[in-house]
Nanobody, 121 residues
Framework: VHLSESGGGSVQAGGSLRLSCAAS????????LGWFRQAPGQERERVAS????????VYADSVKGRFTIDQDTAKDTLYLQMNSLKPEDTAMYYC???????????????WGQGTQVTVSS
């Protein structure tokens, strides 16, 4: 499995970014897809996760109502639309995949290299 994120950058508070994750599964059966983030000195946080079938998106309380996870199965791409960004959203964002349910966990099997998001006040 190969995951590659893009779309990070620097934005002012209140702005928006859309992260993309190009996925190559090479025949591996994946149940869950997710976005995580990690700020310096902090633990990795699960931001949003979704079943590979597209159902049951779940969000961290800190991003609920502002972020949306979705996917384009035809393009094998996972997205994270981030609106109303805050300085506390600054972190390295990772795309991840997990072979088996449940999806609302931090222990995913495959990870991308990450893309940096920086939000200035």
């Amino acid at each position: 499995v190969h995951l590659s994120e893009s779309g990070g950058g620097s934005v002012q508070a209140g702005g928006s970014l859309r992260l993309s994750c190009a996925a190559s599964m090479y025949g591996v059966s994946i149940t869950c897809l997710g976005w995580f983030r990690q700020a310096p000195g902090q633990e990795r946080e699960r931001v949003a996760s979704i079943y590979a079938s597209g159902r049951s998106a779940v969000y961290a309380d800190s991003v609920k109502g502002r972020f949306t996870i979705d996917q384009d199965t035809a393009k094998d791409t996972l997205y994270l639309q981030m609106n109303s960004l805050k300085p506390e959203d600054t972190a390295m964002y990772y795309c991840a995949a997990r072979r088996y349910a449940p999806c609302q966990v931090r222990d995913f099997d495959y990870w991308g290299q990450g893309t940096q998001v920086t939000v200035s006040s």
